[in-house]
């Protein structure tokens, strides 16, 4: 079996632990890692199963004998767009992961805001002793637009600060009159996509988890930004492409919105151009609230590579048709 792990400027930190999960499944695999293209081309060939993140779109064309491949993150959107990745090969992303990691993140801004950190560390710069009147999470209303693994554990946090947490997601008004709660869930509401504009209209926060999909693709726009409690805050966490950063631009400077936490970016890294870089109510992180650990994922990586030759099901394995 051969195995090959790309991942530019880390896939060596993987080589030795993803080597390691498979001796101690017993598993007698020839592991070689790839940082840049070249390496990548020069290993697919031989590729039966790839472990990979970033890998310029083409290149598994060269992988004749690819019989399987796992994302090294949580977002498979980048590999379902490559039109070289064979139909037939089945895809696996990490689960059980990135809940924790993605959550203190969106809780860390969620306080900073109603804190104001920003105005402290400037006071704070400038020697200003003067008082204000800090906000809190408590009764605040957050809306979760994806309530996948990443989402309940967005929910289940901010349900511990007392806040009222909704969550949009398919399927979700199948079967019944209107929104209702969904306990297990730490959710006091859901709502289907149909209710979308219900969903919007009394939120103080919007958290997108939601995965990048043709149905999602630029499904918070100018309409959107109409629709949502004014003053509201937008986190996203999820995939750049989910808002249409023009509208969000343009609703930020109108006031309409109060501002956002954009971890995720339509483009990648961030264009230095970019208007959001100077916006006072913005928050830009470099797409870090999640990031994968090479331990875990060369041990998941290891479960899988067990199941696979064992014949079971895959832990992670993406639907193609739903884009997740
Ligand atoms: C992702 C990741 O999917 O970082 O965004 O894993």
Known sequence: MDV????????????????????????????????TPA?????????????????????????TGLRWVQSIGAGVDALLNDPS???????????????????EYVMAHLLAIE???????????????????????????????????????IAGRAKSFEMVVAGLRRGAAEGRAGPGPEPDLHLDAVYGPEELDHFLADLDYLVITLPLTAETA?????????????GAWVINVGRG?????????????????????????????????SPLWS???????PHISGLSDPAFVADFFGDNARRYLDGLPLKGLVDRARGY
Do not use: C
């Open 39 to 63: 390496e990548a081309e020069a290993a697919l060939p031989s590729t039966g199963i790839a472990l990979v993140w970033g890998l310029p779109p083409g290149l598994f064309g060269r992988a």
């Open 115 to 153: 804190q104001d950190l920003r105005r402290a560390y400037r006071q704070q710069a400038g020697r200003v002793w003067a008082g204000w009147v800090p906000g809190h999470l408590r009764g605040r209303r957050l809306g979760l637009a994806g309530v996948g693994e990443i989402g309940r554990v």
């Open 85 to 103: 990745l064979p139909a037939g090969v089945p895809i696996t992303r990490v689960t059980g992961h990135f809940g924790p990691l993605v959550a």
């Open 4 to 35: 090959l792990i790309y991942r530019p400027g880390t896939a060596h930190l993987y080589l030795p632990l993803v080597r390691e999960a498979l001796v101690r499944r017993g598993i007698d695999a020839r592991v070689t890692a790839g940082e």
């Open 279 to 285: 916006m006072p109510n913005v928050t830009i992180t």
């Open 218 to 230: 630029h499904l918070f726009g100018r309409r959107e930004f109409e629709r949502i409690k004014p």
């Open 241 to 273: 492409p989910t808002i249409d950063t023009e509208a969000l631009i343009t609703a930020i400077e109108s006031g309409r919105l109060g501002g956002a936490v954009l971890d995720v970016h339509e483009t990648e890294p961030l264009p230095p151009a």
